[in-house]
């Protein structure tokens, strides 16, 4: 209890015979109705028609996975006295790991066209040209999902065989992302229906160590929270997917195509990963799709207040693999890439798009960057 009512906000809920209720259907709103504590922290007041006082409520929990806390908790402690100086740290960590993450995208690039460069241009694209860019500074889940998981399929997609070893890292990167949102285990069914298919039993077996400790810990975050190994601690609210699916990839304020326009050749450069016979490519892809499907089938697909199609950015590096074969045959053909205006035209459209974002960090929350400048410019108009 040493930290009740300490830190509040939409997503914390307090316990009251078991049943969770929203901080502000039980406290007072308004700063100003709030007490000061000695140590400068604020001292919360129930609703008077309520008669509750704090001490008799449980204390507060997440309605959200608190695995990131974990996880950031090596490197944040040894900051936390220090004003700000978490926060940051966790960024520096969320920067890096992106970081580490388009590494892992650029050796599945390597291991697709046995081309450096036309790895590196390609893995600057899905950086520059997409919300990835953004979101790699946030301690938001979605950034450290797709890292966790563009690592998992580095280990798979190399031309060598899988040894036991690098099946149980690959199982460990699935099962953090799963620890971060549980539906990423979507992103990990292509690989052991693979190597099922294959009957690698050994691969399999050490592949599923981190999974399935990940869905003890869930279990175990389900009881502590709710009293229950199966009741889910978040109530999710579900939607017909096709209408959360046209908001992800065509709403104007939220959808891939307008904040990475560069998306719309995804369909013909996996036409032509096809064509090049790199079907192992493919599982990331396979993956990905029924991710994209369940995280638009929920009523918040939009992510609520964010930047732009917040739940795809846990997708985008797998998603845009696809990328690379259309650049690796351009390069390759003796025609550069600058040579053929539409791609850079959208690829700098991309860039100019995610680079407005990034500059004033929450100014395009909600919006388009290019929407708030045509309003800014209609201001003007005579």
Known sequence: RRFAWSALDHHTYLYMDGKPRGWHSLAEGGGTKWKVNADGSPSYLTRSDLSIPPETLEVEKSQHPVAIAYMLAPFTYFFRNFQ????????????????????????????????AASANFASAIVFLATPLWLYGRTIFNEPFIASFATIAYALVIRKDKLSLMRAGATGLFFGLAMTLKPPAALLALPVFAIKLFRRDLKSIGCMAVGPILSLLGLFAQNYWITGSVFAPYNKLEYINPLVGLTGNLFSPSRGLLFFAPISILLPYGWYKLWKMGKKEAFMGLVGVIPYIVFMSSLSIWSGNTCYGPRYLVATLPLLFIGIIPMIHSESQSGSPLTNNKWILSLISLSILINLMSVLPYYLYWTTHPLIEVYYFLSEFRL
């Open 84 to 115: 700000g100086a978490v926060e940051s740290v966790s960024i520096i960590v969320s920067t890096l790991l992106t970081f580490v993450g388009l590494l892992a995208l650029r050796s599945i690039f390597i291991s697709i066209t046995n081309n």
